[in-house]
């Protein structure tokens, strides 16, 4: 059986792999990592990438609204998460 990471450390490595990402890239691109676990959903999500910002591991790089009103912000990894993902378990 895989291991699987904890699902901010692959937000993380996500990030590191793209230039830019939404909540909604994330809930479509690690479905078939994550897709029976609760937290694969768009609140947790928004709040596990808040909590990755807050640390300075992402930041925020434009918001845009969606058609139903709702912000939805695009992130990118920071040069400080770069530099952390060594201190991070490998995939």
Same mark, same amino acid.
């Given at each position: /059986? %895989?291991? =699987?990471l904890? @699902?901010?450390f692959r937000i993380v490595h996500y990030a590191s792999g793209t230039?830019?990402? =939404? &909540?909604? +890239?994330? @809930? $479509?691109d690690l479905k078939d990592e994550y897709g029976n676990e609760r *937290? @694969?959903?768009?609140k /947790?999500? !928004?709040q596990h990438c808040e909590s990755l910002r807050a640390s300075g591991l992402i930041e925020p790089? +434009? &918001?845009d609204i969606t058609p +139903? %009103? *709702?912000p939805l912000v695009t992130y990118r990894i920071t040069e400080y998460g770069t !530099? $952390? @993902? !060594?201190y991070l378990p490998d995939r």
């Open positions: /059986m %895989g291991h =699987t904890p @699902l901010r230039e830019r990402f =939404t &909540v909604n +890239d994330l @809930l $479509r *937290q @694969l959903c768009f /947790m999500l !928004s790089e +434009d &918001v +139903d %009103g *709702q !530099s $952390r @993902l !060594s």
